[in-house]
């Protein structure tokens, strides 16, 4: 069982910010972290980011350097209070994926993709303390300094989600209402940390959807006729992992053509056809091909 | 006496005449038997009323031929009530 060592570091400018009492909003800028396992350096935002990892023993400590630009009220308003900024959680722990995905107040943030280790989510933990704060309207705290930095062992869930078209095979990503999604998880994770039995819900654009199959290591979904939004996401949500709710990928999604009869309409000068398109049915106004009329031949 | 038909002559075809309203460009174009050859007249630019009916020059020696009048772009329309076609024979018929 490898030991792991954690050393997370955002850049210089990295800062946690939020804004207690009635706004309560929270914002970052420019979180763009290195995060190395065992001083091996992994990389962030490009393919092969493990999703998340699962700590099976020790105490993982997320250190905050606070620094007031304005008070809060009790009892979380002095500086004192908060100063350690320390969050520890005891393993077993899921530093899961995370996209920012779980709605408001949190921004939907898709990037950087693959996803980021949900930390985030964790530090708003903290932040919720903030939110409990009354009569602060005006009052923000920035953090900065952020790091994780602890020992225990690991696993890392290094798995890959995968979208296919199970009706169409051919078209991975290219689908019609009707088709059915599948999502695989290569290679299985752990059982009680990111395997899709933990999912509770699948939704796409936000919409739930009915799971028709759901396996460790797969999940499957029907696109209802009615779902009309051109590139909508799919995003599973699993309350013990991945923070609640994680972006599997895009598709699109292609009406087909509507079929009809053809009528006569007088006066009409062309012949409208009707086209499946991303955005429902469309028509198109096309000449009819070279109308002609001939004389019978003059000469004998 | 009814005036004697054609019977195998060859023809001069100099010119058409029709009465045509419509929009868009009509295209008229003459054609030998089996479209073997062939004659494109010039466009006639139409409107949905007309006082005139242009001549309109042709040059083209068959035996026998007709005219084919059509329209190539979306939302054209063209209605030709008459037609002349003036001819002139110019040889007894094709030696073998």
Known sequence: ?300 | MAKKGFVGEVLHFGSVRFRVTGSGNLRSTLHSLDDITSDILPNIVMANATNTEPLILANFTEQRAYLEFKTTAINETFSIDKIVIFIKPVATGYPQ
């Open chain 1, 1 to 300: 069982m490898p030991t792991y060592n954690i050393h997370w570091v955002p850049d210089n400018t990295s800062e946690f910010e939020v804004f207690g009492g009635n706004s309560k909003t929270r914002t970052w800028r420019n979180f763009v972290s290195s995060l190395t396992v065992n001083s091996v350096p992994v990389p962030i935002g490009v393919p092969g980011l493990p999703i998340g990892f699962h700590t099976l023993t020790g105490i993982v400590s997320i250190n905050l350097t606070p620094i007031f630009r304005n008070g809060f009220n009790p009892p979380y308003g002095t500086q004192s209070s908060i100063a350690s900024g320390v969050l520890t959680y005891n393993s077993p722990f899921n530093l899961d994926a995370f996209t920012f995905l779980s709605g408001a107040p949190f921004p939907i943030q898709y990037n950087p993709n693959p996803l980021l280790i949900s930390v985030f989510y964790e530090v708003f933990t903290l932040v919720g303390l903030i939110n409990n704060s009354t009569n602060s309207a005006s009052s923000s705290l920035v953090w900065s300094g952020m790091s994780i930095d602890t020992n225990g062992t690991y696993d890392i869930i290094s798995s890959v989600w995968v979208i296919n078209n199970l009706t169409h095979p051919n078209n991975s990503k290219l689908f019609s209402p009707g088709d059915t999604v599948q999502i695989t998880t290569n290679p299985p994770p752990p059982p009680n940390t990111y395997d899709f039995t933990q999912v509770t819900q699948i939704r796409l654009n936000g919409d739930t959807m009915i799971i028709t199959l759901q396996t460790q290591d797969e999940i499957q979904f029907i696109i209802p006729p009615d779902k009309d939004d051109p590139n909508p996401p799919i995003t599973l949500l699993n309350p013990a992992s991945f923070s609640g709710e994680a972006l599997v990928g895009f598709i699109s999604i292609v009406r087909g053509a509507a079929s009809g009869i053809y009528t006569i309409t007088p006066g009409k000068t062309n012949d409208t056809l009707y086209i499946g398109s991303q955005s429902g049915n469309q028509t198109t106004d096309n000449k009819i091909p070279d109308p002609f009329a001939k004389t019978g031949f003059i000469g004998g």
